[in-house]
């Protein structure tokens, strides 16, 4: 049976992770906590953390906040300042290849490189989010009406992806072969890169602000809905002319966030109500990993192995459940 370890938390968990073996948890308030070989909590920020995204080698997190300020904090409880937009309001981040770190507030993006140089990006529309290709220094730049593509260490043009409306999360599949922007309306769009053909996918009763590629990034699973919806994004068109898998359906509750298993056909579903379940995909065979608790699902991870599954809700709580004994 899965066990839960409870981790006090002072408010709405904004991101739950892993670096490494040790979880991580950030809160709209500020505290961070770190838990493995026991636990640091410490806040860096002078003022509210608005996002947290972990380093690509797993060997820090970078947070922003209301204050302005980009920090790297490492497990040990050190951080490290390295960008500042004194009077800014740096809500969106995204960590890439050899230590950069895309933020961005209001029309501008930046990229701050390991050596510290910055490079700016300015848009004609506000930044809706940001997402690092999987390999090289390219970044995607959602806006109104599309999204942008800039190479982040040349000179060279940016690509304009189009659509109507307002783009906000924006995700790269991990083969790198597919954008996908969720929208301000209940519906996500996507490009194939190659050519850039559109994709189109609609249906949800609510926003999508959850997403989580499958192993190989088969499948795409979202929240938005009462159950988890996962897009085919296998075979030449991707999810067009195809049906969608819904996992884990519930009549009283809709899904706020999703992860996907780092190893098997498997994701982890988590609700309005506080409940996390964990679908399989072949079969839909549900596992019940929590029951409901005070508030919504707001962010849940696997570690590397897919042994353990942090999660945090809007309501303060968080803990680390195991599925082995």
């Not at 904090?73 to 050190?78: E, I, K, R």
């Not at 140089?117 to 970044?139: I, T, Y």
């Not at 002319?241 to 819904?246: A, I």
Request: with cysteine; proline share 5%; net charge negative.
């Amino acid at each position: 049976m899965p066990t839960v370890a409870p981790v006090d938390m002072d408010g709405f968990v904004v991101r739950a992770g892993f670096l490494k073996e040790t979880a991580y948890f950030a809160s709209g308030e500020g505290e961070i906590v770190f838990s493995g070989v026991g636990e640091q909590k410490f806040a860096p920020h002078k003022g509210g953390l608005l996002a947290a995204e972990p380093v690509k080698d797993g060997k820090g997190l970078v947070t922003s906040g209301d204050d302005g300020c980009i920090y790297v904090c490492a497990a040990d409880g050190s951080s490290e300042l390295v960008a500042e937009r004194p009077r800014k309001w740096i809500d969106l981040i995204a960590t890439g290849p050899s230590g950069a770190v895309a933020f961005a507030s209001g029309r501008t993006a930046w990229v701050r490189f390991q050596d510290g140089r910055e490079k700016e990006f300015a848009h004609e529309r506000a930044v809706g989010g940001l997402a690092f290709a999987p390999k090289g220094m390219r970044l995607a730049v959602s806006r109104y009406d599309g999204a942008t593509l800039w190479w982040a260490g040349t000179d060279g043009a940016p690509v304009e992806m189009t659509w109507k409306g307002a783009h906000l999360g924006i995700s790269f599949s991990p083969e790198g072969k597919y954008l996908v922007t969720a929208m301000q309306e209940n519906a996500l769009h996507g490009w194939r890169l190659s050519d850039n053909q559109d994709m189109r996918m609609t249906g949800y009763p609510a926003k999508v602000k959850s997403f989580s590629w499958s192993v190989k990034g088969r499948y795409l699973a979202t929240s938005g809905a009462n159950a988890a919806i996962l897009w085919p994004f296998f075979g030449k068109t991707g999810p067009m002319g195809q049906s969608p898998l819904q996992l884990g359906a519930r009549s009283d509750a809709l899904v706020t966030t999703v992860s996907c298993h780092p190893k098997e056909d498997v994701v982890a579903v988590g609700y309005q109500d506080g409940m996390i379940m964990m679908c399989r995909f072949a079969d839909n065979a549900e596992v019940l990993l929590r029951r409901p608790g005070k508030g919504p699902i707001s962010s849940m991870d696997w570690d590397g192995e897919g042994s353990r599954l942090v999660f945090g809700t809007e309501e303060a709580e968080a803990g680390i459940i195991s599925l082995q004994d």
